[in-house]
């Protein structure tokens, strides 16, 4: 299971959106892969134009959904503590996100650099769409926080 990130789910609703991006977000839901979480909803669904919200909402009530819940909370101040104390600042809504992935052992598919570095220093996994956009299976073997 991946959680999509809204860098992704923005960059495929735009006109001339990275194609690369489009055609993997639409294999990992062709494939019963994609997943949410609360801010991934509030940043698409708050922000989406009005010609869009119908789509992405149906979207959204058909993929599998992640609450956060306490536990999510005390591993994202720790990711938080853990970060800030590497000198790496990360929007609070990422690390959420991030938290959520790694307490569930999923992994993220997003376009936004902030969980390319919260990867390289914790135990996120990061989802790499296959040849031509085509979905991945799962690739571990990453160790952190």
């Known amino acids: ?3 999509i990130d809204s860098s992704v789910w923005i960059e ?3 006109r001339d959106g990275d194609l690369a991006t489009k055609v993997a977000l639409e294999a990992l839901l062709e494939e019963y892969e994609a997943a949410t979480t609360s801010p991934v909803l509030f940043e698409v669904l ?3 134009r009005g010609s869009d919200r119908k789509r992405m909402s149906q979207y959204f009530s058909i993929i599998p959904y992640y609450q956060a819940d ?6 994202a ?3 938080a503590w853990h970060l800030q104390d590497r000198g790496i600042s990360v929007p609070w809504n990422d690390i959420l996100i991030a938290a959520i992935a790694i307490r569930r052992d999923l992994r993220v598919f997003a376009k936004d650099k902030h969980f ?3 990867s390289q220093c914790t135990a996120l996994s990061l989802y790499r769409a296959g ?3 085509s979905y991945s299976p ?3 073997g990453e160790v952190g926080i």
């Open 1 to 3: 299971m991946v959680i």
């Open 46 to 48: 708050g922000g989406a």
């Open 77 to 79: 101040l720790a990711l």
């Open 12 to 14: 495929a609703a735009r």
């Open 70 to 75: 306490a536990k999510d909370w005390d591993k």
């Open 116 to 118: 390319e570095t919260m």
């Open 138 to 140: 799962e690739n571990r």
């Open 131 to 133: 040849y031509g956009g």
